[in-house]
Every structure is written in structure tokens, then in C-alpha cells.
């Protein structure tokens, strides 16, 4: 299974899903939709390289404010269609975290609350991308992990992608959160340590966040619908997204 970053000096979590298997024996068509962490990160020396990508839509779910602290978007060259859907994500406070539960009770909790309070934004997140007019397109966070994580795992599904390769696509984004870290401690050698929950992305979340979806609306797709994504949008994902 191809999984593999597209390195960039102050982008770590780049990639292309091309390649990915599906359970139809079909595969994610290469060159057409990419996950990453903050593309606000590209500087002008990365224009031609990252040009090379065609990248026309990026997707960005962080909040203005979050937008504005963390370096602003990615810049105007790196597409031709900017979207900003900040997702409705639940605060996550150190306070909740507990030692003893562990980083993948705590993320488990957290993904769940945002399933219930960013349904809306998934859903009109996944039908832009459901657009054949934003293609080629990449979808971002900050970090590429939570909820990068989280529309890529739904999208995946949509496509047939089957479980464990979707939860192998999550997990490897912990490779990428370690080239940030050591940067990090290269250019801010004095910042305190990140906390614990935000150096692993364990398999078992992305698992057990698709299961009680499924578990509490029957399916990925049900759950989707409830929030406004259509079975035209569902068709036009496969169209698109499969070779």
C-alpha cells in the first residue's frame, strides 16, 4: 500500500491517497486528492514543487482565529479556490486528560464529540469535495490528524476503502507528527513539550470512531446523510476519486 510524504521544509504531513485499495478491487485514483497538515507552512521556495501537485482546491477546517495564529493560509498561488470550513470542533481541554486513561480513550472521547457537534461541516465538507470542479484538491488542518483525520477516514469508506487501510492511513500521520516535532525542538528549542495526546495517532481511535458511527446511525453513509450530504454527491465521490 502506498503511503508516503511529500516533503516540503515546513510541511510534514503531505500526501497523495492514490493507490489506496478498495474492498470492490478498485483503487483511489492517484494525483487527485491529497490530506496534510497546515498549508500555510509553504513559503515562495516551495512554489514550483508544490505547482507540480495541481492542486486546484484547498480545503482549510481550522477557525479564522486559529488561521491567523498559526502563520495564515496557505498562500494564494498554491490554487486556484480557497474554502475555509471551520469545523464545529468541541474545545479540547489538558484538564480532560488522564495518565491513567491513556491518549486513545481520551482522542476516542474527542472524536466522538465532534461527530456530534461538526456534522454539518463534515457533510459540506465531503460535498466539496464531492465537486468535480475542486479536483485536484487537499484538505487540511493543522496538524493533519484530527479532523483532516476524520473527513479522510469518512471519505475512505464512501470509496470502499476497507477498515485496516484506513486505520493504517490515520496511524501513519505519528511519522509525520514526529519530523514536526524535530523541527520544532530545532527552531524552538525552548517551547515546552507538546502534551501527550498529540505525538501518537493510534490506530484504535480512527477504529473504534468508525464503528460507533456505525453503531449509532447504521452506517458512515447514513450518518453523511442525516447531515446533508446526497446520493448524487455519494456517486460523485466515486466518480471522481476511483480509477
Not at 497523495?16 to 497538515?37: K, M
Not at 469508506?157 to 500521520?173: C, N, R, S
Request: aromatic share 8%; charged share 25%; with cysteine.
Amino acid at each position: 500500500m502506498p503511503l508516503e510524504f511529500i516533503d516540503f521544509p515546513r510541511v510534514f504531513n503531505l500526501r497523495d491517497l492514490g493507490g489506496l485499495p478498495t474492498r470492490g478491487g478498485r483503487a483511489v485514483r492517484p494525483g487527485v486528492l491529497y490530506r496534510s497538515d497546515n498549508l500555510g507552512g509553504l513559503t515562495d521556495d516551495d512554489r514550483e514543487r508544490f505547482a507540480a501537485l495541481g492542486v486546484r482546491t484547498i480545503i482549510d477546517l481550522r477557525q479564522p482565529k486559529e488561521i491567523e495564529r498559526h502563520g495564515g493560509r496557505a498562500p494564494a498561488w498554491a490554487c486556484e479556490t480557497w474554502h475555509n470550513v471551520a469545523m464545529n470542533n468541541p474545545a479540547w481541554r489538558p484538564e480532560d486528560y488522564s495518565d491513567s486513561d491513556g491518549p486513545v480513550a481520551y482522542l476516542i472521547a474527542r472524536y466522538h464529540e465532534a461527530a456530534q457537534a461538526a456534522g454539518p461541516d463534515i457533510a459540506r465538507t465531503i460535498a466539496l469535495l464531492a465537486d468535480p470542479a475542486h479536483t485536484p484538491v487537499a484538505v487540511h488542518c493543522l496538524g493533519g490528524r484530527d479532523r483532516t483525520g476524520i473527513i479522510i477516514a469518512l471519505v475512505e469508506d464512501l470509496l470502499g476503502v476497507p477498515d485496516d487501510v484506513i486505520a493504517a492511513d490515520y496511524h501513519f500521520t505519528e511519522r509525520a507528527t514526529r519530523r514536526f516535532m524535530a523541527w520544532h525542538r530545532t527552531t524552538r528549542p525552548d517551547a515546552p513539550d507538546l502534551v501527550p495526546y498529540l505525538d501518537v495517532t493510534p490506530a484504535e481511535v480512527i477504529l473504534t470512531f468508525l464503528r460507533e458511527l456505525r453503531e449509532e446511525y447504521g452506517s458512515v453513509e447514513a450518518y453523511l446523510k442525516g447531515h446533508g450530504l446526497t446520493d448524487a454527491d455519494i456517486a460523485s465521490l466515486r466518480d471522481i476519486y476511483l480509477d
